[in-house]
Structure formats: C-alpha cells, structure tokens
C-alpha cells in the first residue's frame, strides 16, 4: 500500500505536469488516512495577475457545501429539533410551490435526498443581506411541482436553500454564523470563507471561464454566485486541507481531530445509507444519501459529492471501508480528467478502490430512431431541444432563459450519439465530460415525459 509520504512525492512531481495537460490554471489536493494528511497545490489561482497556488489558498467548494448543510440539519435532529419524516412546514410555515399539496406533503428528508419533486434550478438574486434565504423562500410559490414528492430523484439547488432557511429558523442566526459556530470553530479551521470579504483576506482562487469555445480561458466576470443561494454552495470557500477535515469527521464516527463530538456517530451511518436510487448516468453516485452521493465498487461503497461553481471545480471522495480520503479543488480548464487522474489515482494506490471510469461515446456508435427522444424540454431556466436531422444525426440545443440568460449564457448546440440502455451521451466532451442523458417514462405518444441530466427537466407541452 503506498503510503502518504509516497502520495506526497508522487503529487509533487506529477500535479504540475497533470494541470498543464488538462489546461487547469491551479488545483490543490488534499489526502488522509486515518488521522494523517498531507496537502499540496501548483499552478496560478488567476491567469490575469500570475499569483501561484500554495496549500493555503481557498478555492469554491460549490455543491459540496450541501452536506456542510445536510450536517447542520442532522445536528438538529439529533437535538430532536427536527424530525426527518416531518413536513417541512412544521418548521417553516410559510413554505409553499406552485402545488398546494405537494407543497404540505414535501419532507425533510425528501429535500435532503433530493426527491422533494420541484423544479430545483432557481438561482434568485435576493440581495446581499441577512435576510437574502428568507426572501428566496417566499419566491418559490410559484415553483412547478415534477412529480410526487418522493417519486423519484431530481437534483435540487432550491431545496437545500430552503434547508438553509430551515437552519436559520430554528438556530435564530443567519446559515453563515451557523455555518462559523457549529462547524468551523470545532473544526478549527482558519482559512474557510462564507463570504468574498473574507476570502479576499486569504489566498482565494479565481475561476476561469471561456466566454466562446474557440476563444481563451479567462478570470470570471465575478467571483460568486447570490448569497441567495449560499446553503446549496454558491459562495463557500476554503482550503483542500479544511475540506478534508470535514471529511474526516465523517470518516471518525463524527469526530474533530481533537476529539470533540461534532455529530453522533450513528447520524454518520444515516448520513451515509442510501435514500434513492440514480439512473445510471455515471457522473453522479449510484444512489443517493442524506446529503452524500454514494458510489458503488467492488471495494465497497464509496461516499462522496462534487460542486462548480463560476469555473471552479471541486471533488471529495471518502472510502469509508480504509478510511481514505481525498480532495481536488480547481479553477478552471478540464477537471473532469484531471478528477479521474488524481483522485481514481489515490483512491486505487492507497486503498484499492477503483472508481467508475468517466462516461464516453462508443468508438462508433449506432445510429438510432431518435423520435422517442426529440422535443423540446423546458425548465426555468433553459429549454433543451433535441433534434434528428436527415442525416439520422442527434444534436442538442440549449437555450438559456430567465437567471441563466441573465447571467450571459449563450445558446449552445452539439451533437448527441447512442450510448446504452436507451440513452445518448455527448459526441465531444465539456470541461473533459461527456455528458449522458438519460430519457424516462413515457407521455402517452410514445415519448419520453423527462430528459434526466441529473436534475428532471420535462417535456414541454407542444414538444
């Protein structure tokens, strides 16, 4: 078994030579067995001034601060503040989506896992205040209800913000003091920011972006997203090391490095049983925890969950049967590949677990009757047209509208071919990946009702 000395020499002669070949602007790793850890970093947090990355600086951790949240939550089931089968409007009233009945229905539980059914994609900008998460509630009553509460999985940026509403409600503090109090200060951690105040006092990253696929990476217009949206990981940042000691909490029955008892340790194992399962997309887990993705392998269960945010990029993953953990942040560039280099490397090397490979087109792929598929598909945020054009060939159009057209995203067309199990995956790769697409149920004309990318979106009604 190589040991963490062995990782440390192995990441500082192969992570330069790993970022440059993925066109990564900076990356920083973090690994722990057991108790031990070490940490490392290379390349330039941002292209434009030229600072190079050191162990310290803070990167965007993006979604993985919904298990930040998911842990608060269980902290207040564990007081037995909240009950995970209760309603959600046993704590917060006023909660309500455009369906009346699905909106008294809905769980705690259900937002945790992902399986609440409405549309989660709701990136409001409610300002900067305290009160930011208690505006973006109250928003959301005209959110479409997917399908039944509990029905099925669906990505939910919105339902882990109401979880943070829920926090603060029950906390009498706003989610980012709950955030200091109850995590940061029994985990020690020093170079962790809720906000962009604090992180321009450290070392943070930027992330970069192409504003055109031809053109040149370059730093992001702005460093966040809404304070809005901060319980579903818009904003916080840290350290690889921080983030690895949030693991390892994880992975230590609950425990801090001092020892003190930040959860339960049978709250852990809840954390970690599986709630849903996923199709199988092979970007995402297998299933899904309270809070945690969970990938099935050979070696066992791997736990983990991934977040982007404004081109950044960020990885943790947790073998709970060696007691390994590793962390990937990025700033840009292809992560995806760099992912599978650096963390399945590490993975396999210091515990024998062999992560699932990353999706890809088959080498000549079949070409198929792609009228169950096309329509068009339409969220808040985006319509997704799928189309076959005479020549038997399958592209995808994504039209932005609504927050994402407002934050400058440009339509984008590319082809999709025949992957397995009645599903297409992308031609040419984004970021490093190539995105499947999973097409489920059907809508009474031979259709498919819901494209699934991870998150539902449905059929429009004249699609």
Same mark, same amino acid.
């Given at each position: 078994?190589?040991?963490?000395?062995?990782?440390?020499?192995?990441?500082?002669?192969?992570?330069?030579?790993?970022?440059?070949?993925?066109?990564?602007?900076?990356?920083?790793?973090?690994?722990?067995?057991?108790?031990?850890?070490?940490?490392?970093?290379?390349?330039?947090?941002?292209?434009?001034?030229?600072?190079?990355?050191?162990?310290?600086?803070?990167?965007? $951790?993006?979604?993985?601060?919904?298990?930040?949240?998911?842990?608060?939550?269980?902290?207040?089931?564990?007081?037995?503040?909240?009950?995970?089968?209760?309603?959600?409007?046993?704590?917060?009233?006023?909660?309500?989506?455009?369906?009346?009945?699905?909106?008294?229905?809905?769980?705690?539980?259900?937002?945790?896992?992902?399986?609440?059914?409405?549309?989660?994609? $709701?990136?409001?900008?409610?300002? &900067?205040?305290?009160?930011?998460?208690?505006?973006?509630?109250?928003?959301?009553?005209?959110?479409?209800?997917?399908?039944?509460?509990?029905?099925?999985?669906?990505?939910?940026?919105?339902?882990?913000?109401?979880?943070?509403?829920?926090?603060?409600?029950?906390?009498?503090?706003?989610?980012?003091?709950?955030?200091?109090?109850?995590?940061?200060? &029994?985990?020690?951690?020093?170079?962790?920011?809720?906000?962009?105040?604090?992180?321009?006092?450290?070392?943070?990253?930027?992330?970069?972006?192409?504003?055109? &696929?031809?053109?040149?990476?370059?730093?992001?217009?702005?460093?966040?997203?809404?304070?809005?949206?901060?319980?579903?990981?818009?904003?916080?940042?840290?350290?690889?090391?921080?983030?690895?000691?949030?693991?390892?909490?994880?992975?230590?029955?609950?425990?801090?490095?001092? @020892?003190?008892?930040?959860?339960?340790?049978?709250?852990?194992?809840?954390?970690?049983?599986?709630?849903?399962?996923?199709?199988?997309?092979?970007?995402?887990?297998?299933? =899904?925890?309270?809070?945690?993705?969970?990938?099935?392998?050979?070696? @066992?269960?791997? $736990?983990?969950?991934?977040?982007?945010?404004?081109?950044?990029?960020?990885?943790?993953?947790?073998?709970?049967?060696?007691?390994?953990?590793?962390?990937?942040?990025?700033?840009?560039?292809?992560?995806?590949?760099?992912?599978?280099?650096?963390?399945?490397?590490?993975?396999?090397?210091?515990?024998?677990?062999?992560?699932?490979?990353?999706?890809?087109?088959?080498?000549?792929?079949?070409?198929?009757?792609?009228?169950?598929?096309?329509?068009?598909?339409?969220?808040?945020?985006?319509?997704?047209?799928?189309?076959?054009?005479?020549?038997?060939?399958?592209?995808?159009?994504?039209?932005?509208? @609504?927050?994402?057209?407002?934050?400058?995203?440009?339509?984008?067309?590319?082809?999709?071919?025949? =992957?397995?199990?009645?599903?297409?995956?992308?031609?040419?790769?984004?970021?490093?990946?190539?995105?499947?697409?999973?097409?489920?149920?059907?809508?009474?004309?031979?259709?498919?009702?819901?494209?699934?990318? @991870?998150?539902?979106?449905?059929?429009?009604?004249?699609?």
């Amino acid at each position: 078994m190589t040991t963490l000395k062995e990782v440390e020499s192995w990441l500082g002669d192969h992570l330069p030579e790993l970022i440059a070949r993925y066109d990564v602007p900076a990356a920083a790793v973090a690994v722990g067995v057991g108790g031990e850890s070490i940490d490392a970093a290379a390349g330039v947090l941002n292209l434009s001034t030229g600072v190079t990355a050191t162990p310290d600086s803070v990167f965007q $951790i993006g979604s993985i601060t919904k298990v930040w949240t998911a842990t608060l939550v269980m902290q207040l089931v564990e007081q037995g503040e909240v009950e995970l089968d209760a309603p959600v409007r046993r704590y917060l009233p006023d909660f309500r989506v455009a369906d009346a009945a699905a909106s008294a229905a809905m769980t705690v539980r259900q937002l945790l896992s992902h399986t609440a059914g409405f549309e989660g994609d $709701i990136f409001t900008d409610t300002g &900067p205040g305290d009160d930011s998460l208690e505006k973006y509630v109250a928003g959301l009553d005209d959110v479409e209800q997917l399908f039944e509460p509990g029905d099925r999985f669906s990505y939910n940026n919105a339902g882990y913000c109401v979880l943070g509403r829920l926090v603060e409600k029950l906390r009498g503090a706003t989610y980012d003091e709950c955030l200091r109090s109850r995590l940061f200060e &029994p985990l020690d951690l020093r170079h962790a920011a809720t906000d962009a105040g604090q992180a321009i006092l450290l070392r943070p990253a930027v992330g970069h972006v192409l504003p055109t &696929p031809e053109a040149e990476q370059q730093p992001a217009p702005v460093w966040n997203l809404p304070r809005s949206n901060a319980p579903a990981g818009s904003i916080l940042a840290m350290r690889a090391r921080d983030l690895l000691a949030f693991a390892q909490l994880h992975l230590n029955a609950g425990r801090a490095a001092d @020892g003190t008892q930040v959860l339960r340790g049978e709250t852990v194992d809840a954390m970690q049983e599986r709630q849903v399962q996923l199709p199988r997309l092979r970007v995402m887990g297998d299933a =899904w925890g309270l809070g945690w993705e969970i990938y099935d392998t050979p070696a @066992g269960p791997v $736990i983990g969950h991934d977040g982007t945010t404004l081109g950044q990029a960020s990885f943790l993953r947790m073998a709970p049967a060696t007691g390994v953990a590793v962390v990937l942040l990025t700033n840009g560039g292809q992560p995806f590949p760099l992912y599978r280099d650096v963390v399945g490397h590490l993975l396999a090397e210091l515990g024998e677990t062999q992560l699932p490979p990353l999706p890809a087109p088959h080498q000549h792929p079949r070409r198929v009757d792609a009228s169950r598929y096309t329509g068009t598909y339409a969220s808040r945020i985006a319509d997704v047209v799928i189309e076959q054009d005479n020549d038997g060939r399958i592209w995808r159009e994504v039209r932005p509208k @609504g927050d994402l057209a407002d934050m400058g995203e440009a339509p984008q067309r590319s082809e999709l071919v025949d =992957w397995e199990d009645g599903m297409l995956i992308a031609k040419d790769a984004e970021h490093g990946l190539h995105m499947p697409h999973a097409f489920v149920d059907e809508d009474g004309a031979g259709r498919a009702r819901f494209l699934h990318i @991870g998150r539902v979106v449905p059929r429009a009604p004249s699609g």
